[in-house]
C-alpha cells in the first residue's frame, strides 16, 4: 500500500468521522431567548456543541493537511521524475558524444596507419588509447570493452574503417 493509497483511506475516514459529527451537532440555543430548560442542561448543551464543533475544525484541518501534503508529495515525485529523466538524458549525451569521438578518432588513426603503411593497432590498444583520449578531453569515458563493442558495432554499420588485423587474435602488439 503506497502513501496515496494510505491517504485516500485516512481521507475517507476523515470524511465518514466529519458526516457523522456534523449530524450529531446540537442546535445550540441562543442565550438571549429565554429557555424553559435549566440553565445546567443549557450549559451541557453548549459543552457538547463546542466539544463536537472542536473536533470537527480538528478533522476538517487535518483533512486540509493530508490534501495539501499529498499534492506536495505527488510534485516532488513528478519533480525527481524529470530529475532522473534529465539525468539519464545528459549521461545519454555524453555517452553519445564519447562513442563518436572514439569513432571518428579511431578512423583517422587506422586510416593514417593504411597510408604510411604501418603496423596496425590492435583494437584493444585502440581502446586503451581512447579511453585515455577522453579522460584528457573530460569527457565521459567507459571501459575499455565499451570501447571495443562502439568501435566493432561502427565497423559493422559501416561506420568506420577498421583493418582486418586489428581483430584477428594473436595480432602482435604495437609497442
Avoid at 124 to 142: R, T
Wanted: aromatic share 6%; net charge positive; glycine share 4%.
Amino acid at each position: 500500500m503506497d502513501f496515496s493509497e494510505k491517504s485516500r483511506k485516512f481521507l475517507k475516514e476523515i470524511d465518514a468521522e466529519i458526516t457523522t459529527l456534523e449530524k450529531k451537532l446540537p442546535v445550540p440555543s441562543l442565550s438571549l431567548i429565554p429557555s424553559s430548560q435549566p440553565e445546567s442542561e443549557l450549559e451541557a448543551e453548549r459543552n457538547e456543541y463546542r466539544k463536537i464543533t472542536g473536533r470537527l475544525i480538528l478533522l476538517k484541518g487535518m483533512k486540509r493537511h493530508v490534501l495539501s501534503l499529498a499534492s506536495y508529495l505527488q510534485g516532488m515525485d513528478d519533480e525527481m521524475k524529470t530529475r532522473q529523466l534529465n539525468l539519464a538524458n545528459k549521461r545519454h549525451s555524453e555517452n553519445q558524444k564519447s562513442r563518436e569521438f572514439c569513432i571518428a578518432e579511431a578512423d583517422k588513426q587506422w586510416k593514417k596507419e593504411k597510408a604510411t603503411h604501418r603496423e596496425v593497432t590492435r583494437i584493444g590498444d585502440m581502446a586503451i588509447k581512447l579511453s585515455f583520449d577522453l579522460e584528457s578531453n573530460a569527457m565521459y569515458f567507459p571501459q575499455d570493452k565499451t570501447i571495443k563493442n562502439w568501435l566493432k558495432k561502427a565497423r559493422e554499420d559501416g561506420e568506420l574503417y577498421m583493418p582486418e588485423e586489428a581483430s584477428k587474435p594473436g595480432t602482435p602488439k604495437v609497442n
